[in-house]
């Protein structure tokens, strides 16, 4: 959940797609600015934070990268849950990576919290000559759903700190400091008032 | 499925034994006449699942284990749930409360649903509702709910709420009655709230709760079935359920209490009683903690930890020793190179680990790729019998024509995977490093192989981490691939779909640590990181993320000894978590924050005093240690081998 405190906001925002997608690549360049060309793959989650200016106040983003392999979906609520945003991860060279990139949008549009503010990524674009999914074709499907859409390279930095920035203009600036009802999951009741980190 | 055998007939006797002794509540007399007291001749298996558990109270010595089967008799199914006999040590359990929970021979006609639960942490289990009474959750050791679902589908109509995917109504699901089940508050749910929620007046007052006469209990089934006559079906059934939680809180509430993302629970064990004013605090709070408006002491006061951590581990562990070398290793081999005692072997190889050169030869024992008793001679014939059987294997996916793969979906899916990860596995070290490395494409071969070896398995995230140092260590494709297959023997549940595997070790880390350090405990709970699931990483792939190469090789063969405990790993965690107590408690730190604390430990960690210490508290928790370690938690072999892999795949039902 977003939260407001004088100019201050933190969002917890999750990154969810397919594994290789670049995931952790994109949270590295934003984070640190680096990129690894053998960035190993993430077991479990990782956490991390960053603040970014947006006009005349802050957003401090509490970001989850997960685990892409389908075998770790379940565990995937966990992370998502009062989530006030989340870019959803695609290779623009794998089309088997797009279709997995809609069905994560499909499960936050039916799981996730009903404001979440949704980005989709199509990453590597700097591997054009590999490309598979065109950008018209993710643009189409973006609109249609409500997300915005950027293709991004975490290996030139391109775009990368623009969908977080755009990500934090977006965000709402009120928010129920509680979360909305239906939001609980089945089998994980106690966990809201956790990850919402909020009432601070 | 199943033959009936020896120990069927055993259980057989006590069925026979308990049915004489009068049919308790949970009993379904009317059943009767469709069954003898024994399985009757005609009967057919048609499902059987041991370690079976209910647990009827926190304690994990009070949990009883029992053999699950459907029976088949003519067109009825029936299910039946018999513990075993005289398995547990503990005296508290009589016969009679064992009598009270078998399950005998209950027909699916009278059965309304099944709610599945595959919970993130904690063990996959059922609720089963007949005639508006819950049966205790029955916990599926050994996996094999969906199996379960999908052999009662194959007998008697079953159908998903479409409400709820986990809840499956039995027969007369066109029945209005049975339709509002599913938008109910079934058991299962109403378990995963908080006890208040439970809904009994009375529940502050645990002694009410411990009264499970069987007069008790038939009283409340008699109310439920007047009830049922009642006007509203769906607040009514609501109603029984909740009353029947309200007298069966023990439970419901133990149940909570084994959801560890539950809050609030009443999990005091009579140890932490004598323990710090914390966990006292905590005692009386206790009602409180799931409202947010827990109150947070201004000053940070950092319990003691229990143990004097320090002490104890000069007092316990022992001093860690220079690894085994060569001559030493001769010493341990006869004429012939057996391995004339393999638990001396062991427990050095434990206490120092090896010599890099001398890895090779000693983790071919300690995988279990060679036997310890087996000769020079013999082990030359093992290799090379295994070298083609090896290759036999590989040339299944390398006989794979691009024409069959295009219609081969599960294996291009498979590459795919195997592909991405072997690119990015330690590549830093310089057996890995550069580009078209051979060794890359060794371990390439050997995933893609294994995921044909063990098709139900398959690859998974992760595996990549398990095999980079056996082969960097082996140097051979082959006795690395059965090395890597002897070693996923133990940690292959780690990548259940389920996440059962990593579930139970979770679990059972939590269990441990609410032995070992109850303020720890109690911290962990108060901000809702029971499921310890910052730890994950660490089970999961035993730590290799966390130490620089040499450190991991080290671990390893010191884990593989299996000595002092095979789950030494567990204390281990608790080791380092205990290390960094006052700094997680001090400032507070939540689950989000936790992570990331845990995450950047990765090379951080000393090992040799963290595996002094995790001897210590090994040895110091002893058998009650032990016992909370539920039996088969990798990386036990488990009991039973065709347990091991349930079907990975999703639609089953
Ligand atoms: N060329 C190119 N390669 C990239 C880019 N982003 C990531 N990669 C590479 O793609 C591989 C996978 O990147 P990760 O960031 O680990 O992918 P992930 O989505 O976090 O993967 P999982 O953790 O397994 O789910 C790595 O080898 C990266 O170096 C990019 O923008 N361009
Ligand atoms: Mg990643």
Same mark, same amino acid.
């Not at chain 2, 379960?148 to 986990?166: C, G, M, P, W, Y």
């Not at chain 2, 002694?207 to 089934?221: A, C, P, T």
């Given at each position: 959940?977003?939260?407001?405190?004088?100019?201050?906001?933190?969002?917890?925002?999750?990154?969810?797609?397919?594994?290789?997608?670049?995931?952790?690549?994109?949270?590295?360049?934003?984070?640190?600015?680096?990129?690894?060309?053998?960035?190993?793959?993430?077991?479990?989650?990782?956490?991390?934070?960053?603040?970014?200016?947006?006009?005349?106040?802050?957003?401090?983003?509490?970001?989850?990268?997960?685990?892409?392999?389908?075998?770790?979906?379940?565990?995937?609520?966990?992370?998502?849950?009062?989530?006030?945003?989340?870019?959803?991860?695609?290779?623009?060279?794998?089309?088997?990576?797009?279709?997995?990139?809609?069905?994560?949008?499909?499960?936050?549009?039916?799981?996730?919290?009903?404001?979440?503010?949704?980005?989709?990524?199509?990453?590597?674009?700097?591997?054009?000559?590999?490309?598979?999914?065109?950008?018209?074709?993710?643009?189409?499907?973006?609109?249609?759903?409500?997300?915005?859409?950027?293709?991004?390279?975490?290996?030139?930095?391109?775009?990368?700190?623009?969908?977080?920035?755009?990500?934090?203009?977006?965000?709402?600036?009120?928010?129920?400091?509680?979360?909305?009802?239906?939001?609980?999951?089945?089998?994980?009741?106690?966990?809201?008032?956790?990850?919402?980190?909020?009432?601070? | 499925?199943?033959?009936?055998?020896?120990?069927?007939?055993?259980?057989?006797?006590?069925?026979?034994?308990?049915?004489?002794?009068?049919?308790?509540?949970?009993?379904?007399?009317?059943?009767? /006449?469709?069954?003898?007291?024994?399985?009757?001749?005609?009967?057919?298996?048609?499902?059987?699942?041991?370690?079976?558990?209910?647990?009827?109270?926190?304690?994990?010595?009070?949990?009883?284990?029992?053999?699950?089967?459907?029976?088949?008799?003519?067109?009825?199914?029936?299910?039946?749930?018999?513990?075993?006999?005289?398995?547990?040590?503990?005296?508290?359990?009589?016969?009679?409360?064992?009598?009270?929970?078998?399950?005998?021979?209950?027909?699916?006609?009278?059965?309304?649903?099944?709610?599945?639960?595959?919970?993130?942490?904690?063990?996959?289990?059922?609720?089963?509702?007949?005639?508006?009474?819950?049966?205790?959750?029955?916990?599926?050791?050994?996996?094999?709910?969906?199996?379960?679902?999908?052999?009662?589908?194959?007998?008697?109509?079953?159908?998903?709420?479409?409400?709820?995917?986990?809840?499956?109504?039995?027969?007369?699901?066109?029945?209005?009655?049975?339709?509002?089940?599913?938008?109910?508050?079934?058991?299962?749910?109403?378990?995963?709230?908080?006890?208040?929620?439970?809904?009994?007046?009375?529940?502050?007052?645990?002694?009410?709760?411990?009264?499970?006469?069987?007069?008790?209990?038939?009283?409340?089934?008699?109310?439920?079935?007047?009830?049922?006559?009642?006007?509203?079906?769906?607040?009514?059934?609501?109603?029984?359920?909740?009353?029947?939680?309200?007298?069966?809180?023990?439970?419901?509430?133990?149940?909570?209490?084994?959801?560890?993302?539950?809050?609030?629970?009443?999990?005091?064990?009579?140890?932490?009683?004598?323990?710090?004013?914390?966990?006292?605090?905590?005692?009386?709070?206790?009602?409180?903690?799931?409202?947010?408006?827990?109150?947070?002491?201004?000053?940070?006061?950092?319990?003691?930890?229990?143990?004097?951590?320090?002490?104890?581990?000069?007092?316990?562990?022992?001093?860690?020793?220079?690894?085994?070398?060569?001559?030493?290793?001769?010493?341990?081999?006869?004429?012939?190179?057996?391995?004339?005692?393999?638990?001396?072997?062991?427990?050095?190889?434990?206490?120092?680990?090896?010599?890099?050169?001398?890895?090779?030869?000693?983790?071919?024992?300690?995988?279990?790729?060679?036997?310890?008793?087996?000769?020079?001679?013999?082990?030359?014939?093992?290799?090379?019998?295994?070298?083609?059987?090896?290759?036999?294997?590989?040339?299944?996916?390398?006989?794979?024509?691009?024409?069959?793969? /295009?219609?081969?979906?599960?294996?291009?899916?498979?590459?795919?995977?195997?592909?991405?990860?072997?690119?990015?596995?330690?590549?830093?070290?310089?057996?890995?490093?550069?580009?078209?490395?051979?060794?890359?494409?060794?371990?390439?071969?050997?995933?893609?192989?294994?995921?044909?070896?063990?098709?139900?398995?398959?690859?998974?995230?992760?595996?990549?981490?398990?095999?980079?140092?056996?082969?960097?260590?082996?140097?051979?494709?082959?006795?690395?691939?059965?090395?890597?297959?002897?070693?996923?023997?133990?940690?292959?549940?780690?990548?259940?779909?389920?996440?059962?595997?990593?579930?139970?070790?979770?679990?059972?880390?939590?269990?441990?640590?609410?032995?070992?350090?109850?303020?720890?405990?109690?911290?962990?709970?108060?901000?809702?990181?029971?499921?310890?699931?910052?730890?994950?990483?660490?089970?999961?792939?035993?730590?290799?993320?966390?130490?620089?190469?040499?450190?991991?090789?080290?671990?390893?063969?010191?884990?593989?000894?299996?000595?002092?405990?095979?789950?030494?790993?567990?204390?281990?965690?608790?080791?380092?978590?205990?290390?960094?107590?006052? /700094?997680?408690?001090?400032?507070?730190?939540?689950?989000?924050?936790?992570?990331?604390?845990?995450?950047?430990?990765?090379?951080?960690?000393?090992?040799?005093?963290?595996?002094?210490?995790?001897?210590?508290?090994?040895?110091?928790?002893?058998?009650?240690?032990?016992?909370?370690?539920?039996?088969?938690?990798?990386?036990?072999?488990?009991?039973?081998?065709?347990?091991?892999?349930?079907?990975?795949?999703?639609?089953?039902?």
């Amino acid at each position: 959940m977003a939260t407001i405190g004088h100019n201050n906001l933190n969002a917890k925002l999750v990154l969810l797609g397919d594994m290789g997608a670049g995931k952790s690549s994109l949270v590295l360049r934003f984070v640190k600015g680096q990129f690894l060309e053998f960035q190993e793959s993430t077991i479990g989650a990782a956490f991390f934070s960053q603040t970014l200016a947006v006009n005349d106040a802050t957003v401090k983003f509490e970001i989850w990268d997960t685990a892409g392999q389908e075998r770790y979906h379940s565990l995937a609520p966990m992370y998502y849950r009062g989530a006030a945003a989340a870019i959803i991860v695609y290779d623009i060279t794998s089309a088997d990576s797009f279709t997995r990139a809609k069905k994560w949008v499909q499960e936050l549009q039916k799981q996730g919290n009903p404001n979440m503010v949704m980005a989709l990524a199509g990453n590597k674009a700097d591997l054009e000559e590999k490309r598979k999914v065109t950008a018209e074709e993710a643009r189409a499907y973006a609109d249609e759903n409500g997300l915005f859409f950027m293709e991004t390279s975490a290996k030139t930095a391109a775009n990368v700190n623009d969908v977080f920035h755009e990500i934090a203009k977006r965000l709402p600036r009120a928010q129920p400091t509680q979360n909305p009802a239906g939001m609980v999951l089945v089998d994980r009741p106690a966990e809201g008032a956790r990850a919402a980190s909020c009432c601070s | 499925m199943h033959e009936t055998d020896i120990h069927d007939l055993s259980d057989d006797a006590d069925y026979a034994a308990a049915s004489k002794q009068g049919s308790s509540s949970m009993t379904r007399t009317d059943s009767s /006449k469709q069954r003898s007291s024994n399985d009757p001749k005609d009967a057919e298996i048609v499902y059987l699942k041991d370690n079976v558990t209910i647990h009827p109270t926190q304690y994990a010595a009070e949990r009883i284990s029992g053999r699950l089967k459907l029976v088949k008799q003519g067109s009825s199914l029936f299910m039946t749930w018999i513990p075993y006999k005289g398995q547990s040590s503990n005296t508290r359990l009589s016969a009679r409360d064992k009598n009270l929970y078998t399950i005998r021979a209950l027909p699916f006609s009278d059965i309304q649903s099944i709610r599945r639960h595959t919970p993130t942490i904690g063990w996959q289990y059922v609720i089963v509702v007949s005639s508006g009474l819950a049966f205790p959750p029955l916990y599926f050791y050994s996996g094999g709910v969906r199996e379960f679902l999908a052999t009662i589908k194959q007998h008697v109509l079953i159908v998903r709420s479409s409400e709820d995917a986990n809840l499956f109504l039995v027969n007369n699901f066109q029945d209005p009655l049975q339709r509002t089940l599913s938008s109910l508050e079934l058991p299962g749910s109403l378990a995963n709230r908080t006890p208040s929620s439970l809904g009994s007046p009375s529940d502050g007052n645990l002694e009410n709760n411990h009264i499970l006469e069987d007069g008790q209990l038939r009283s409340v089934q008699q109310n439920n079935k007047q009830r049922q006559k009642s006007h509203d079906p769906a607040r009514d059934i609501s109603i029984q359920v909740l009353e029947k939680f309200s007298l069966v809180t023990r439970f419901a509430r133990e149940t909570t209490s084994q959801l560890f993302r539950e809050s609030l629970v009443d999990g005091h064990g009579p140890t932490e009683k004598r323990r710090t004013n914390w966990a006292s605090k905590d005692h009386q709070s206790q009602e409180m903690v799931s409202n947010d408006v827990e109150i947070v002491p201004k000053r940070v006061h950092v319990p003691s930890d229990p143990l004097e951590f320090d002490k104890l581990s000069l007092v316990w562990g022992q001093p860690r020793q220079h690894p085994l070398g060569l001559q030493e290793w001769s010493s341990f081999l006869d004429s012939e190179g057996r391995i004339v005692d393999p638990d001396a072997l062991k427990k050095r190889i434990f206490y120092g680990g090896v010599e890099h050169n001398l890895r090779k030869e000693v983790w071919t024992f300690l995988l279990g790729y060679y036997s310890y008793d087996s000769t020079y001679a013999e082990r030359e014939y093992v290799v090379s019998v295994k070298r083609s059987e090896y290759e036999t294997i590989k040339t299944q996916w390398q006989s794979i024509s691009p024409e069959q793969a /295009k219609r081969f979906t599960k294996f291009r899916e498979r590459k795919g995977l195997i592909d991405k990860d072997v690119v990015r596995t330690d590549r830093s070290l310089s057996f890995y490093e550069g580009d078209d490395n051979a060794n890359v494409r060794h371990m390439h071969d050997i995933l893609l192989t294994y995921s044909f070896y063990n098709f139900d398995l398959g690859y998974c995230q992760g595996m990549s981490d398990l095999l980079s140092p056996i082969l960097f260590i082996l140097k051979d494709e082959s006795e690395a691939f059965w090395c890597f297959v002897s070693l996923l023997e133990r940690l292959g549940p780690n990548f259940n779909r389920d996440q059962s595997g990593m579930h139970s070790q979770l679990f059972a880390l939590s269990k441990l640590v609410e032995l070992l350090d109850s303020p720890l405990h109690n911290y962990f709970k108060q901000n809702d990181c029971l499921n310890y699931f910052f730890c994950f990483r660490w089970i999961l792939i035993q730590f290799k993320r966390e130490f620089e190469n040499e450190k991991t090789l080290r671990l390893w063969e010191v884990l593989w000894t299996h000595y002092p405990s095979e789950h030494l790993h567990l204390y281990i965690c608790i080791a380092i978590l205990k290390r960094h107590r006052s /700094k997680i408690m001090g400032e507070q730190m939540d689950f989000d924050t936790l992570l990331k604390f845990i995450n950047e430990l990765s090379g951080q960690i000393d090992l040799d005093p963290v595996l002094r210490e995790a001897e210590a508290l090994c040895v110091y928790a002893g058998e009650n240690g032990a016992a909370s370690i539920p039996p088969g938690t990798p990386p036990s072999l488990p009991i039973q081998d065709s347990s091991m892999y349930h079907q990975q795949d999703d639609e089953v039902l």
